[in-house]
C-alpha cells in the first residue's frame, strides 16, 4: 500500500485547506485511516482518523472542533478538511493506514500498517 498526502500549502489564520490522501490500493476497506502532524520541533501527534467499517470518525481532542474527516472508498482517498486554522497548526501532515487512536493517550501506527509522505501546512499570522 503507498499512501500520497497532498493538499497542503499557505493559509492565512483563520482559512481552511482541505488535505487529500490517495492510495494504492482498492478498495480501502479494512484500514483505518488517519492524519499525523509535526510540527517544527516537536514530536508527532495524532490528528484525526475514521474507522473502515462503520465510517466512525475519530479526532483528537485539540481538532474535533475545527476538522473533519471523511473518506471515499470508491476512490480509494481520505480528506482532512481544516477551518479555521491557526498558527500553530503549522506543521508537515501525514496521512497513514492502520491507525489506532488511542482516547487520551498517544497514537499510533500498527506495525503491518503504512505511513504516507508528509504535506506541510504553513499558517500565517
Not at 500520497?4 to 494504492?24: H, I, M, N, T, Y
Request: a positive charge.
Amino acid at each position: 500500500v503507498q499512501l500520497q498526502a497532498s493538499g497542503g500549502g499557505l493559509v492565512q489564520a483563520g482559512g481552511s485547506l482541505r488535505l487529500s490522501c490517495a492510495a494504492s490500493v482498492r478498495p480501502l476497506n479494512g484500514y483505518t485511516i488517519g492524519w499525523f502532524r509535526q510540527a517544527p520541533g516537536k514530536e508527532r501527534e495524532g490528528v484525526s482518523c475514521i474507522h473502515s467499517g462503520d465510517n466512525s470518525a475519530y479526532y483528537a481532542d485539540s481538532f474535533k472542533d475545527r476538522f473533519t474527516i471523511s473518506r471515499d472508498n470508491t476512490k480509494s482517498m481520505v480528506y482532512l478538511q481544516m477551518n479555521s486554522l491557526k498558527p500553530e497548526d503549522t506543521a508537515v501532515y501525514y496521512c497513514a493506514a492502520g491507525v489506532v487512536p488511542v482516547i487520551g493517550g498517544t497514537w499510533f501506527v500498527l506495525p503491518e500498517g503504512y505511513w504516507g509522505k508528509g504535506t506541510l501546512v504553513t499558517v500565517s499570522s
